[in-house]
C-alpha cells in the first residue's frame, strides 16, 4: 500500500509516533477542559483561598493587612457567584457559606457593624437553609448586644423566636445549636435592660413554657440537661430562689459528674449569697467547693466570690489572704489571677496604703497589659494622686500612662489591643483635660483603623470636644462639616447634619 | 564493600552514556506522555472525564472528582494507580529499548531508537508478562502482606513503612534482571523471572546497591506525595501538581540510571563469568 521507504519509516517511527500522537490528543483534551465547564469548581477554589486567609488572619493576630485580603477575598465570591447561584443549588451552598464565613470573620475581627450588616445579607442568602438561616439571626442579635444596642437586640431574639422557637420548629431548632435555647432568657435580659419589667416576666414565663415542654417530650440526654440547667436559670432571673435550690438539688441527684457537681455547689452559693442573703451558708459553700473540687473551673471564682463577702463584712485581712490564695495556687487562671491582684491593690487603697496600691497597680500593667484591669491600672495610679490633691504627681502619672498606652497601640499586637489603647490615650488625654489632643487624637483614628467603623463617630465626640470644652464653635462646625462629607447618606451623616443646625441656628 | 563499591561505579558510565542522547529518547517521551496526562487529570473536573478517572481507584465517587480541592488531593492516588497499569502496558517497551539502546552504547554498536523500539516490541508478551507478574508480587506485599504483618505484630506506622520499604527494594532487586534475560537471550517470561532470581542472590549486594540508589534519588518526591493533604493546607493544592511534575522528573532520571546500570552491571558480569 505505502511505498517500501514510507512502510519502513512508518515502522520504525511507529512507536514514537503513536506516543507523540497520544500526547498531543491529551493535551488537545486537556485544553478543552476549563472553569467555564465548571463554574463550581472555581467558585470552591476561591474559596479554599479565602479560607486560607481566614486563617492566615487568624495566626497574624488578626492584623489589618492580612484581614482586608481575606474579606476582600470573601466579597468576591458572593459578587462572582451572586447571579449564578439562584441557578445552581451548589453554587448557592458556596455562596452562602462564603457571606457567613466573611461576617464571622468580621465578628472576630471587632468589626461589629461590618459584621451585623453581613450576617442580615447571609440571613437574606440563606432563605432554603434554616441551619445558617438560624445562626445568622442570632448572630445579629449577638452583636446587637455586643455594640450595646439593646432594643435592636430584643428585636433580632424576637425574629429568632418567632421563626425558630415556634412549636412546629422548636424541636429540630434546639438540635441545630443547643446554646438557642438561651434566646428567650436573653430576651428577658434584654427587657429587663429596656426598663420594661412585664415583658421581661413574660419572657422568662415563656422560656419556661419552652423549657418544660423540651423535658417533656425530648429524649436526648444532652439536650435534657441543657434544658434543665437553662431552667435553672430562669428560676434564678424569676427570683424564685427556692425554686432554684429545689432544682439544684434536683440536678445533684442526676448528674454526678465532678464539673456538674462544682457547678451546681457554685450555683447554689450563689442563690443563698446574692439571692437570700445568707452570707454565712454562701461561705461554707464556697469553702466546700474549693475543698472538694480544687482542680474545678468554678474554685478560683468560689475563693474570689468568697474574698469579696470578707471584704464588704470590713474583714480585709481574710480577704486578702484569699486573694493571695488565688494568685498563688490558679496561675494559669488568668482572668482570676488577675481579679485578685486587682482587688489587692483596692484592699491596699482601703488601708490608706497608696504607695503599696501604686506598686500592685504598675505590676497589673506590667504583667497583664491586655487585660481590663492593665488597661485601668494606669489610670487608677493617677487617679489616687488627683485624690490626695497631688496634681503634679497625677499629671506625671498620666504621662506614664500615655507612653503605656502608646506603646500597646503601636506594637505588633491584636487589634482589639491596638483599638483599646487607642481608647485609653484618648480617656488618659480627657481626664488630664489636654482637650485638643484628645480632639486630635479622636480625628486621626478613623483614618488609621478604617476597618473600624465605630471610630468614624469620634467625629461627633471630637466636635463635642471643640464645642464644650474648648468653647471653640467653628472647630466644632470645621469637624462635622468633614464627618458629613466623608460619611454621606449613613445614618452618621444625618447625626452630623443635625448637630450643625444646631450649632448654625 | 568491594562489591557495593562495584555496583556503585556502574552508575558513572551509565550517566556518562547520554552522551549518546538517543539512549535517553524512550524514556523522554514516556515521561512527555506522563506529564501530559497529569495535564489532562489537572484539567478534567467535571463530568464525563472525571467518572473515568474515578474508575481507576474502586470506591471512589466521580463526584469528589468533580470539587476543589478533593480533585487534586486524589490525584497521587488515582496517578499512581494509572501509573500500574502504564507500566505494564507500555512502560515495559520503553525500558526494554532503553536497555537495548544501553547494550548497544556498551558493545559499541550503532545506537538507533526504531531499531531497540521494534526489537523490544518482538518481545512485548514476555516483557508484559513479566512486569505484571512484579507488580502483581508488588501491589500484594505493599497492599496486604505488609499491613497484615505489621498489624499481627503491632508494629508502628513508621516501623511498618520502613520495613514495607525495604521489603519492596528487595524483590525489586530479585526480579531486576528479568528484562535483560527476555531481550538477551531470548527466555520467556517465568523463565526469564528464575534467571533473574537467580542471578539477582548470586549478586544480592550489587543488584540491592542499583536498586537502592535510583531510589533514595526518587525519596524526596515520594514523600511529598505521601501527603497530599499536608501539602495542600500548608500551600497549595495546585503545589500538588508540581510535586506530581517533580515526582515524575526524578522517576525519568532514576529510571534511565536504574536501566543504564543493570545493563551494564548484567553485560559486564556475563563477560566476566564467560571469561573466567
Known sequence: MFPMRTRSLL?????????????????????????RGNPRYAAERKLFKARKLKEDVAKGGMKPEFLSKAVDGYRRIVADYGEAASQDPDIELLVLSAQMELAELEFRANLLTESRADFERAYDLAKNVPPARANALYSIGVIAEELGESAAALRSYERFSEEFLAADSLAGTVRMNPRYLVTPLKLAELAGRLDAPEKSARYLAEAERIYRHLLAHESDSALLKETQFN??????????????????????????????????????????????????????????????????????????????????????????KLYDTVRGTYKDRVAAVVEAEWQIARILELKGDAEGASLQYRSIYTEFSETLQGFEAPL?????????????????????????????????????????????????????????????????????????????????????????ELKDKSGAIETLERCVEKYPGTELAQAAQKELARLTK | MKRIARALGIFKPAMESLRHGATVVPLLLYFILKLALILLYASSYTKPLSTYWALLVPNTNAEALTHYPGHLLLMPRILGRLDLILEIVLLVVVQAATVLLFAAVARRERVRVGTSMRAAGRRYLHLALAAAI???????????????????????????????????????????FTLPFILFDGYAAFKAIGASFRFAGRHFPESFTIVLIPFILTMPTLLLSLNPGAIAFQLSPEFLIQAQIAGEFMEFIATYLLLGALTLYFLETRIREETR
Open chain 2, 134 to 176: 512484579a507488580s502483581a508480587v508488588l501491589f500484594i506485599m505493599f497492599e496486604y502482606a505488609v499491613p497484615a504483618l505489621a498489624g499481627s505484630a503491632g508494629m508502628p506506622r513508621g516501623l511498618e513503612a520502613t520495613a514495607g520499604t525495604l521489603i519492596g527494594l528487595v524483590i525489586q532487586a530479585f526480579f531486576l
Open chain 1, 231 to 320: 431552667l435553672l436559670t430562669t428560676h434564678l432571673q424569676q427570683k424564685r430562689w427556692n425554686d432554684g435550690l429545689a432544682l439544684v438539688s434536683e440536678l445533684r441527684k442526676r448528674y454526678d459528674e465532678p464539673g456538674d457537681r462544682s457547678s451546681l455547689l457554685y450555683i447554689e452559693a450563689k442563690i443563698h449569697q446574692d439571692g437570700m442573703g445568707d452570707l454565712p451558708k454562701a461561705l461554707a459553700l464556697y469553702q466546700s467547693l474549693v475543698e472538694k473540687y480544687p482542680e474545678a473551673q468554678e474554685a478560683p471564682n468560689a475563693i474570689l466570690a468568697a474574698a469579696g463577702i470578707h471584704r464588704e463584712s470590713g474583714r480585709l485581712d481574710e480577704a486578702m
Open chain 1, 380 to 468: 487608677r495610679i493617677a487617679r489616687n494622686y488627683q485624690l490626695k490633691g497631688q496634681k503634679d504627681a497625677a499629671h506625671a502619672a498620666r504621662n506614664q500612662a500615655l507612653e503605656h498606652y502608646e506603646k500597646l497601640a503601636a506594637g505588633q499586637r491584636a487589634m482589639g489591643t491596638k483599638i483599646m489603647a487607642e481608647e485609653y490615650i484618648i480617656r488618659t488625654l480627657s481626664e488630664d483635660t489636654r482637650w485638643r489632643e484628645a480632639a486630635e487624637k479622636l480625628l486621626s483614628l478613623p483614618g488609621r483603623y478604617p476597618e473600624y467603623t465605630p471610630f468614624r463617630e469620634n467625629y461627633l465626640r471630637a466636635a463635642s470636644i471643640y464645642e464644650r
Open chain 1, 11 to 35: 515502522v520504525r517511527r511507529g512507536c514514537l509516533v503513536s506516543i507523540a500522537v497520544s500526547c498531543a490528543v491529551i493535551l488537545f483534551i486537556s485544553a478543552c477542559g476549563s472553569e
